[in-house]
Antibody, heavy 116, light 107 residues
Framework: EVQLVESGGGLVQPGGSLRLSCAAS????????MSWIRQAPGKGLEWVAN????????YYVDSVKGRFTISRDNPKNSLYLQMNSLRGEDTAVYYC?????????WGQGTLVTVSS | IVLTQSPATLSSSPGERATLSCRAS??????LAWYQQKPGQAPRLLIY???NRATGIPARFSGSGSGTDFTLTISSLEPEDFAVYYC??????????FGQGTRLEIK
C-alpha cells in the first residue's frame, strides 16, 4: 500500500523554526517528484514546494522563498520541510504528496500553529 | 495562473447530476486535476489530465475540457459525494495553483 506519513508539526512562536518529515512507503520513492501542500484553517489548498527525484531541482511558492527549504533522503524514503522565520500566516495543515502533474496520494497532514 | 471555480456552493439532492466548473486565466492545455475533500480528511485525487479517472474512482465522476474551461460532472449523486472539490493546474509553473473550491452540499 502506498503511504505517506507526516510528522513534526506543533505550536511554535513567530520567528521560530520547525522541521517537518514525511515517511514514504509502498512505492519507489526515488522515482517521483514530491511536494508539500498546505491548508490554512477553513481555507483552500496552497502548493508550498516541490523537489525533483534526485533533489537537483527545488521550487517554492513566493511567500516561503528564503524561509523554507525542501529536501529529501532517498535511501531513507523521506521528505523534509525545514521552516524558518515562521509567521502567523504559515499556520496550516501541511500535507506531504507524491507527484508533479497531479498529487496522489496525500498524507494525513501535520498541523503547524504559529502563535505567541 | 489563476483558477476560478464556480459555483462557490452547489446545493443538490442525491440522484441528481452535478456540474462543477473550473476556469483558468490562461491556457493550461490539459494539465488539470480534480480533488475531493471531506471534512477532517486529506484531499483525494479524482481526475488527472482533465479527463482521466484516478484508480478506484467510480465511473459516475467524469472530467472534460481543455485550454481554459474545465468541468467535473457527477452523473448521479451519492450521499458520500457531498464534499468540497478543488481543481489544480501545473501547466505554467511555479507556482502550481489550485482553485478556491466548490462546496457541494445536500439540498
Amino acid at each position: 500500500e502506498v503511504q505517506l506519513v507526516e510528522s513534526g508539526g506543533g505550536l511554535v512562536q513567530p520567528g521560530g523554526s520547525l522541521r517537518l518529515s514525511c515517511a514514504a512507503s509502498g512505492f519507489i520513492f526515488s522515482s517521483f517528484w514530491m511536494s508539500w501542500i498546505r491548508q490554512a484553517p477553513g481555507k483552500g489548498l496552497e502548493w508550498v514546494a516541490n523537489i525533483k527525484q534526485d533533489g537537483s531541482e527545488k521550487y517554492y511558492v513566493d511567500s516561503v522563498k528564503g524561509r523554507f527549504t525542501i529536501s529529501r533522503d532517498n535511501p531513507k524514503n523521506s521528505l523534509y520541510l525545514q521552516m524558518n522565520s515562521l509567521r502567523g500566516e504559515d499556520t496550516a495543515v501541511y500535507y506531504c504528496v507524491r507527484g508533479l502533474n497531479w498529487f496522489d496520494p496525500w498524507g494525513q497532514g501535520t498541523l503547524v500553529t504559529v502563535s505567541s | 495562473i489563476v483558477l476560478t471555480q464556480s459555483p462557490a456552493t452547489l446545493s443538490s439532492s442525491p440522484g441528481e447530476r452535478a456540474t462543477l466548473s473550473c476556469r483558468a486565466s490562461q491556457s493550461v492545455s490539459n494539465y488539470l486535476a480534480w480533488y475531493q475533500q471531506k471534512p477532517g480528511q486529506a484531499p483525494r485525487l479524482l481526475i488527472y489530465d482533465a479527463s482521466n479517472r484516478a484508480t478506484g474512482i467510480p465511473a459516475r465522476f467524469s472530467g472534460s475540457g481543455s485550454g481554459t474551461d474545465f468541468t467535473l460532472t457527477i452523473s448521479s449523486l451519492e450521499p458520500e459525494d457531498f464534499a468540497v472539490y478543488y481543481c489544480q493546474q501545473r501547466s505554467n509553473w511555479p507556482p502550481i495553483t489550485f482553485g478556491q473550491g466548490t462546496r457541494l452540499e445536500i439540498k
